[in-house]
């Protein structure tokens, strides 16, 4: 995917490791890039996500997603693997 094309919904930046993850809403990913601009790539891919959040000291990666009557949360760690 070409990240200058992306349609971020959602930011979060990890400033230990200084990386920005965004949720893109039209292409269905959660992608990571480096603050220099150095592309990363995706983490997760085929997820509505909305928000995320980041607990880098215990490295993960916090991720909610939009419903009509519940918005369930999902946890993965920083290298895409489901906890």
């Known amino acids: 995917m070409n990240t200058h094309h992306c349609n971020p919904y959602d930011l979060a930046i990890d400033p230990y490791a200084r990386t920005v993850y965004w949720t893109d809403t039209v292409h269905k990913v959660i992608s990571v890039k480096r603050i220099d601009g150095e592309d990363i790539g ?3 891919d085929d997820v509505d996500a909305r ?3 980041i607990a880098p000291q215990e490295g993960y990666v916090d991720v909610s997603f939009l419903r009509v009557y519940l918005s369930p949360i999902i946890l993965t760690n920083m290298n895409s693997e489901k906890c």
């Open 42 to 44: 995706i983490v997760v």
């Open 51 to 53: 928000s995320l959040a």
